[in-house]
C-alpha cells in the first residue's frame, strides 16, 4: 500500500504514536506534564532508566514533535511542545470522530467492486 493510500489522520497521527509506542517514552511525557524544563539526568534519576536510555528516548520524542529542547549554558531542558501536544490532541480526536461515523453506519467487509464482478461473471 502507498503511502498516499492512507487516510490523512492516519498519517499525522503515525509519527507521534510510533514516538509513544514505548512504555518509557509514555512514562517521560507524564513526567514533563508534570514538570516545565526537565533536563535528562533528573528524568533519570525519576525513573528506572539510565541517563543515556533517556537521551535516546527524548530524541525520539523530540523527532515526532512531542517535545521540545531548550539550552539553558551547557544544560538541555525538555519540556511538552504546545504545538505538538494540540496536534496530537486534534489528532485523537478527528481519529475518534472517524471511528465513530463508520461504526454508526458499518459496510460489509471488501465489498466485490464492478470490476471484479467482471471478471468473476467470465469465469460463470
Same mark, same amino acid.
Given at each position: ?20 509506542? +514505548? ?7 507524564? +513526567? ?16 528506572? =532508566? ?6 535516546? +528516548? =527524548? ?27 494540540? =496536534? ?37
Amino acid at each position: 500500500m502507498k503511502q498516499n493510500d492512507y487516510n490523512d489522520i492516519a498519517l499525522s497521527l503515525a509519527g507521534m504514536l510510533n514516538a509513544l509506542s +514505548h512504555p518509557a517514552r509514555l512514562q517521560i511525557m507524564l +513526567h514533563l506534564a508534570n514538570y516545565n524544563g526537565c533536563q535528562a539526568r533528573s528524568i533519570s534519576e525519576r525513573l528506572p =532508566l539510565a541517563k543515556s536510555t533517556v537521551s535516546e +528516548h =527524548l530524541n525520539k520524542l523530540k523527532e515526532a514533535g512531542l517535545i521540545s529542547c531548550d539550552l539553558d549554558g551547557t544544560s538541555s531542558n525538555y519540556k511538552i511542545s504546545e504545538q505538538g501536544y494540540q =496536534l496530537l490532541q486534534n489528532g485523537f480526536s478527528d481519529f475518534i470522530q472517524l471511528m465513530e461515523k463508520h461504526r454508526a453506519a458499518p459496510q460489509k467487509c471488501c465489498p466485490v467492486t464492478q470490476k471484479q464482478k467482471k471478471i468473476l461473471s467470465e469465469f460463470v
